[in-house]
């Protein structure tokens, strides 16, 4: 069973930054993409950034300059370097491995809480 970890949530003020992990239990290039998700309390979960197996990258708009999705492959982990964070930025961050258009795996999700 494919494992995702993540690590790296808290509290910072805003304009502050955090770096989200997510530890994969086997070689990431087996999954076609790698995604970071997130949901605030009432809302849905939202797709906040993608990386391909090959490297290409996307963000929502409303992150795009603030965050960057990286990898480090020896260590089959994916980063979420987030800058110059915003309260609406608060919400739980979910990694996501995508192996196929039918199978998927999620981490646990971790924190990430912004003060004005």
């Known amino acids: 069973q494919v494992q995702l970890v993540e690590s790296g949530g808290g509290w910072v003020h805003a304009g502050g930054s955090l770096r989200l992990s997510c530890a994969v239990s086997?070689?990431?290039?087996?999954?076609?993409?790698m995604r970071w998700y997130r949901q605030a309390p009432g809302e849905q979960r939202e797709l906040v950034s993608t990386?391909?197996?090959?490297?290409?990258?996307t963000y929502v708009d409303s992150v795009k300059g603030r965050f960057t999705i990286y990898r480090d492959n020896a260590e089959n982990t994916v980063f979420l370097q987030m800058n110059s964070l915003k309260p609406e930025d608060t919400a739980v961050y979910y990694c996501?491995?995508?192996?196929?258009?039918?199978?998927?795996?999620w981490g646990q999700g971790t924190q990430v809480t912004v003060s004005s």
């Open positions: 990386m391909t197996v090959g490297g290409t990258t």
């Open positions: 086997e070689n990431i290039f087996n999954f076609s993409r």
């Open positions: 996501n491995a995508q192996r196929s258009l039918t199978r998927e795996y």
